[in-house]
């Protein structure tokens, strides 16, 4: 078992920065690969950003690449999305998840995180 908590979320302004946190907690994070999703409102939930296990490796969504910026730090156990240049459209819950096997499909993660709100004004 792997416990997520997502937090740093918030209201900003369109153009401006935030930097969202992952703690997690239980087995040993560093063996697994980490995902960012978000869900807006009466959408599905999308892929927005992962990380290898180890950090060497990235991917991104289109609509993030350039703006948001995936790290990892195993020794605190922790992962982030920095998020700069915010547009409305990023207005959504952000969730962590961890993944044996690194993805973009929400369905092969197995744990996640509860969320956190991020709200873009425009």
């Known amino acids: 078992q792997v416990q997520l908590l997502e937090s740093g979320g918030g209201l900003v302004q369109a153009g401006g920065s935030l930097r969202l946190s992952c703690a997690a907690s239980?087995?040993?994070?560093?063996?697994?690969?980490m995902g960012w999703f978000r869900q807006a409102p009466g959408k599905e939930r999308e892929f927005v950003a992962a990380?290898?296990?180890?950090?060497?490796?990235?991917l991104y969504a289109d609509s993030v690449k350039g703006r948001f910026t995936i790290s990892r730090d195993n020794v605190k156990n922790m992962g982030y999305l920095q998020m700069n240049s915010l547009k409305p459209e990023d207005t959504a819950v952000y969730y962590c998840?961890?993944?044996?096997?690194?993805?973009?499909?929400?369905?092969?993660?197995?744990?996640w995180g509860q969320g956190t709100q991020v709200t873009v004004s425009s």
């Open positions: 998840a961890v993944n044996e096997r690194y993805s973009v499909l929400a369905t092969l993660y197995d744990y």
């Open positions: 990380i290898t296990w180890s950090g060497a490796r990235t």
């Open positions: 239980g087995r040993t994070f560093s063996s697994y690969a």
